[in-house]
Nanobody, 128 residues
Framework: EVQLVESGGGLVQAGGSLRLSCVTS????????IGWFRQAPGKEREGVSCIYNRDGRSTYADSVKGRFTISSDNAKNTVYLQMNNLKPEDTAVYYC?????????????????????WGQGTQVTISS
């Protein structure tokens, strides 16, 4: 059974940092791309970043470039999203998702329909 479990969300002030983790199981980690998405109340789900675990190719939304960094630990089957210089507009529920379409690691914007398995989400709230 494919599982993705996010953690690391919380409440921080603007300018602060958080590191989200996505622990995965039930599939061959190296064969998949893992993406991070976010959804704020009343807004559509937005692709944030994605990484292809086998070779580290990655992509970012323009809104987070230079502030967020995605990485993967293949030994732990875990993908991280380091978020620095956080802004109130980064407030959202953050989800990680897995895709066998590894082309997504070079796509922007990220297409949610290419991702077949999703985690339950973790809340990130940035106060001004």
């Amino acid at each position: 059974e494919v599982q993705l479990v996010e953690s690391g969300g919380g409440l921080v002030q603007a300018g602060g940092s958080l590191r989200l983790s996505c622990v995965t199981s039930g599939f061959i980690f190296d064969d998949y791309a893992i993406g991070w998405f976010r959804q704020a109340p009343g807004k559509e789900r937005e692709g944030v970043s994605c990484i292809y675990n086998r070779d580290g190719r990655s992509t970012y939304a323009d809104s987070v470039k230079g502030r967020f960094t995605i990485s993967s630990d293949n030994a732990k089957n875990t993908v991280y999203l380091q978020m620095n210089n956080l802004k109130p507009e980064d407030t959202a529920v953050y989800y990680c998702a897995a895709s066998r379409h590894t082309i997504v690691a070079v796509m922007s914007p990220l297409p949610p329909n290419f991702f077949g398995s999703w985690g339950q989400g973790t809340q990130v709230t940035i106060s001004s």
